[in-house]
């Protein structure tokens, strides 16, 4: 029945469900935030700090896994630091104190996010040129697919299971998941493969523009791009982790402020699709994130001015549409400039942004939130951010080749 279909789009399934593990613990992050601060009498900076501590980890693993996929058996590399996430999640309903929710919450999942999110993305534009940005669009549905199931499911388990067995079926179902690394292979030709039909000449990269890590964050297109994404990051990350605890302030009953952060994934699935999949044929990427990160700021409005029900669904929904238009473009633009060979380790340098992202934004937004009591200032401040990236966006260049710089 599959003799026929390109393996490379086996890579995109397993990648999906690979990927929706960082759904997982994103989403269900702003949901155990406020039942953790109230369990271990911490502040909302002291909370938050969790966040931000877990990205600085993921940073480093993310530099480390790109350049493992690099030379190594991508489904083991996976395989053992999602794992590491998993088990980090488990001990976590044995914590007792700050410090060990620091070790199992914070620096056991990010090691292990670092370890499955990145190489799935590097793999996958491997296998694809022509329909590179649709088949990572695809893939990277798994955030918001798992997001919007996980965020109701987090919220349902806590209030009839508790909050240690809730990460306990949380841990599980992650472990379920990572299964289906053993169906990640490097590339197309690559010795792992055995079955001829597998590769797809059409789709090979060309090998003149593959560029060393070194010599593309020597770039000042590199570091355009990377900025651009610490931007958009900080936006998403202040709305991500403070709208349910914003939605409950408002008065919102805590089951259905948890369905804003669904509404998120919810339009993040359609907005991946259209933008990678639609919009891309139309417009050069650099235009698709402008148009994307513009709307993803105007969204922020809605809630600004009205706090209803409904205003918070239809925000959520828009403002995951919008904001999903970005998170394929990224990694497409990079393998576009600087080729595929080294895109992991490449990728996993350029990812360090929502790392230094998950630091300055949530902090920033726990300091406004401690100071004025308030959630409004951080979601105005998350706005203005997002118009600026939008803005950053026309700086974009294209790199130099090498003998153009020489």
Known sequence: MFRNVYYGWFIVAAGLIIISLDGLLLYSFGIYMPYLKESYGASHLQSASLFSIRNIVFAVSMIISGRLIDRYNPK?????????????????????????????????????????????????????????????????????????????????????????????????????????????????????????????????????????????TSTSSFWILYTIFFLGMNTFLIILVNLFDYAKESGIDPLVASGALAAIAFGSIFGRLFFSGVLTKYLDNRKVLFTSYFLEALSILIIIYSQSVWSLYLFGFLFGFFYSGHMPIFPTILSQYFGTKNIGSIFGVSATGFSLASITGPLLAGYLVDTTGTHFMAIIVATIICFITALSTFFITVPKTREARI
């Open 76 to 216: 083991w590399v996976i395989f053992i630091g999602g794992f590491t996430a998993v088990a980090g999640m488990f001990l976590t309903a044995y914590a007792t104190n700050m410090w060990q929710l620091v070790l199992t919450y914070a620096v056991l999942p990010g090691i292990g996010n670092g370890f499955y999110y990145i190489p799935s993305i590097a793999i996958i534009s491997r296998w694809f040129k022509k329909k590179r940005a649709l088949a990572i669009g695809i893939a990277t549905l798994g955030v918001p697919i798992s997001g919007m199931i996980i965020s109701p499911l987090t919220a349902w388990l806590i209030s009839n299971k508790g909050l240690s067995n809730s990460l306990m079926i949380l841990s599980l179902l992650l472990f379920g998941l990572l299964l289906s690394a053993f169906v990640m292979r490097s590339a197309p030709g690559s010795n792992e493969l055995t079955d001829s039909n597998s590769a797809d000449n059409s789709q090979s990269e060309d090998k003149s523009v593959n560029w060393t890590v070194r010599e593309a």
